[in-house]
């Protein structure tokens, strides 16, 4: 298809683009063939995978390099983690450097979101890794 010309920025019948396409099945290796090698950093390519559960093509990404403190619409890859119960993923974002107590006005803290889903083991392993119980960057004086 590449060689013949097709466009990457076409859209199917279900208005996705190969990329898209690529990253909801999980196909690192397609996307590293339809993708320019500068723009595999591009975060929202993690965030995608993540929000696909695509552990595999999370970790290749990770190690790729792309940013794991990437804010989208507010959230960061960790968030999306923890609301998915990613466990492995959680594991691998801390060992990158994912900010543990990152906050966002919709779901709060990553150990929020862990609290709120009853995930325990995310929980601890958050606390293990620096999370804080109050964030000092929420004003806890309504007054």
């Known amino acids: 298809m590449l060689q013949r010309g ?3 920025a076409f859209n199917s019948t279900y208005r996705t683009t190969p990329k898209e396409l690529a990253l909801m099945r ?4 397609m996307i590293l063939l339809i993708t320019p090698e500068s723009a595999l950093k591009d975060p929202s390519i993690l965030m ?9 093509s999370c970790e290749e990404l990770i190690r790729m390099g792309v940013d794991v403190n990437h804010k989208q619409r507010g959230e ?7 609301k998915k119960k990613l466990h492995k993923l959680i594991k691998l974002l801390i060992e990158k450097g994912a900010n543990v107590n990152t ?26 890794h620096g999370a804080l ?3 000092p960057a929420i004003d806890q004086n309504p007054h």
Do not use: V
Request: charged share 15%; with cysteine.
């Open 76 to 82: 960061t890859p960790i968030h999306i983690a923890c």
């Open 26 to 29: 999980g196909n690192l290796d």
């Open 48 to 56: 995608s995978a993540i929000h696909n559960s695509k552990l595999s």
């Open 103 to 128: 906050y966002t006005d919709t779901y709060g803290t990553p150990l929020d979101i862990t609290i709120k889903a009853g995930d325990f083991t995310s929980f601890k392993l958050l606390l293990e």
């Open 133 to 135: 119980l109050i964030n």
């Open 6 to 8: 097709c466009p990457l």
